[in-house]
């Protein structure tokens, strides 16, 4: 009588039938049957392949490289694991001025995207010739706040300018103006304010606008001029904050550009699409920052 041949892979359906015409297979357990053989050999091919797709996908995972401006810190962290999560890719964040990110970029910095706290800085890179072409564009619109911890006698959000004049107050931080786009708003809101000669002698600086805030919260200033991206983080909601009216300083227009040296510029360009959708501004909202649109103005390129 023909043997009926069913190859099975874990399951009641068989893969394959055949009939082959006389056959002297025994139909027993037996080590020797051709069926049994067989399955093995498909179970143990589906098991290769599940342990090697894994391999393969984490050797060929892309990885991004990103300067982002300081201000970003708790934002483009919390938007780099998420997308980390739906994707192949790896984002490695360094945070820092963007003044000395534009000067390092400019020497050649293996860098795949900027994400800087003004637009000029990736302008000027645009005119050099450093940029992807068309990659530029604005993501948020960044705020200042007076802020000062939650221990603290001042409380600028019922005294706004006024706390700076208070006689508690030896040191007010800001980043550097030389290389901040925030320092040099803090700057112009103090100078419009009419309140720079007042203080300009008790104005210490930091690196950029993270440290200007470690400074604030280490006790080290009793005030600070900072970034509401910063001071809406869980580590600072607990202080004494008033947003600075946006009439006194021009607006920080904050933008990104892919570098045309980027080794991996569709992952960037993935990833700048992602930053630019619903989900991710709305997590910019969270953490202080206006749309691009709230200003009116155009997408700079």
Not at 66 to 75: E, G, I, P, Q, Y
Not at 248 to 255: A, F, R, V
Request: positive net charge; hydrophobic residues 40%.
């Amino acid at each position: 009588m023909p043997a009926r041949l069913n190859l099975e892979c874990g399951g009641s359906t068989p893969l394959l039938r055949c009939k082959p015409g006389r056959s002297n297979l025994r139909r027993t357990g037996s080590s020797n049957d051709p069926r049994r053989l067989f399955s093995l050999t498909l179970r143990l091919c589906a098991l290769c392949v599940s342990v090697a797709i894994p391999l393969v996908s984490s050797a060929q995972k892309s990885q991004l490289n990103l300067a982002a401006a300081s201000d970003l810190k708790f934002a483009l962290t919390d938007l780099a694991a998420t997308y980390e999560k739906q994707s192949n890719v790896k984002i490695n964040l360094t945070f820092g001025s963007s003044g000395n990110f534009f000067a390092q970029i400019q020497n050649g910095a293996p860098f795949d995207i900027f994400f800087s706290a003004d637009s000029d800085y990736p302008r000027k890179l645009n005119e050099a010739g450093l940029v992807l072409p068309n990659s530029a564009d604005s993501y948020a619109v960044g705020k200042l706040v007076l802020w000062s911890p939650a221990n603290s006698k001042l409380t600028p959000e019922k005294s706004g300018w006024q706390s700076l004049l208070d006689p508690a107050v030896e040191k007010i931080a800001i980043a550097n103006p030389d290389h901040a786009p925030y320092g040099r708003a803090a700057f112009e809101a103090l100078k419009n304010a009419r309140l720079y000669e007042k203080i300009k002698s008790k104005l210490v600086f930091g690196e950029n606008i993270s440290q200007a805030a470690q400074f604030v919260q280490s006790g080290n200033a009793e005030i600070g001029i900072l970034a509401a991206s910063i001071t809406s983080s869980p580590a600072f909601a607990s202080g004494h904050g008033w947003r600075i009216p946006q009439e006194q300083y021009t607006p920080l227009l904050q933008s990104f550009v892919v570098l045309k040296t980027s080794a991996n510029k569709d992952a960037a360009v993935a990833f700048l699409a992602y930053i630019k959708s619903p989900v991710a501004q709305a997590i910019f909202e969270k953490y202080g920052f206006a749309k691009p649109e709230s200003l009116g103005h155009p997408t700079p390129r």
